[in-house]
């Protein structure tokens, strides 16, 4: 975007999206002079800044929602989103697969004409032109962890947090009648509104005294809770156990949640007991 008159000065975005100016001499000031603040210019900007971050972070959380859900994605609406570069840096180098599960490569491009363009797991730079492609949760990745090492030969850097993303496994220990999960139980909190503040800064809903994340695995909803406390915001409070229900409320056993709504329950579980007060009075994370 070029340079846009403000009063005496000249500004417009650099290439981070921040406001910059310039005096008439054309030498760059360290920031906007509070003199022109209320310049339309400076206003326009800034609003656009403001939007732009927005667009960005729908951007990523849409395409996080595909991943989590592991949803069919048409080549064709790749294709329209891939010039727009919020939805290109949230899509590109993301693992995608076939609509069987079978790895593809890494994506790098969309075009309506030339289809998808990926590295496939052998190095090399392939187009194909499925009509739909997956995100895959990287749970459901059968060789994730050669997925992880061949990334980093690449010097991949993902927008959506894919292969490096904290998964659990249910180990074949755990009793499939059991009703709950304790492992992150009993993480203490000085005051309730930390607990709250940390679900809801980290993107989690908080409803009925519990963090609530909504899954949908192969077609069905999912609700992973975590209990928070829901008395007086002041009070302490800790964190309880992970549980699994309908998105009506009705309580699974272990048994009957997926992979994706596992990883996804003890991840959040985690995330949260993580900033429990520990022992010398500092926060674990």
């Known amino acids: 975007m070029g340079w846009m008159p403000a009063g005496d000065y000249e500004v417009a975005l650099d290439e981070n999206g921040k406001v910059i100016c310039r005096n008439g001499k054309g030498r760059l000031l360290k920031s906007v002079p509070p003199k022109i603040a209320d310049e339309q210019a400076v206003i326009g900007l800034r609003q656009l800044t403001e939007w732009l971050e927005r667009h960005e972070r729908d951007c990523r959380d849409q395409v996080e929602n ?5 949803l069919p994605v048409p080549t064709a609406v790749l294709a329209r989103l891939w010039p727009d ?3 290109r840096t949230a899509l590109r180098d993301l693992v995608v697969t076939g609509t069987d599960g079978t790895v593809a490569g890494f994506l790098r491009d969309a075009d ?5 363009g990926l590295v496939d797991l052998d190095g090399d730079t392939v187009r194909i032109s ?9 749970v459901l990745l059968d060789d994730l962890d050669e997925l992880r090492e061949f990334a980093v030969e690449l010097g991949v850097e993902q927008g959506v947090q894919q292969l490096f993303r904290e998964t659990y496994v249910r180990g074949a220990d755990r009793d499939t009648g059991a009703r709950g999960v304790d492992d992150y139980e009993g993480g203490v909190f000085k005051e309730l ?5 940390r679900a809801t800064s980290l993107g989690y809903r908080v409803r009925g005294g519990q963090a609530v994340l909504p899954v949908l695995e192969a077609g069905r909803g999912i609700e992973a809770r975590v ?9 302490q409070t800790e964190t309880g156990p992970l549980t699994w229900t309908t998105p009506q409320g009705g309580a699974l056993t ?4 997926g992979p994706v709504a596992w990883s996804e ?6 995330a949260l007991y993580a900033g429990r007060d520990v022992e010398d009075g500092e926060q674990a994370a």
């Open 66 to 70: 595909w991943m989590t859900r592991s």
């Open 85 to 87: 570069p919020s939805w």
């Open 112 to 116: 309506p004409e030339r289809g998808i």
């Open 130 to 138: 499925p009509e739909q492609i997956r995100i895959p949760h990287p």
């Open 193 to 197: 509104r930390f607990l709250v503040g």
């Open 227 to 235: 209990w928070v406390g829901d008395y007086e915001g002041y009070e």
């Open 254 to 257: 272990l048994g009957e949640v």
């Open 265 to 270: 329950g003890m991840r959040m579980a985690a």
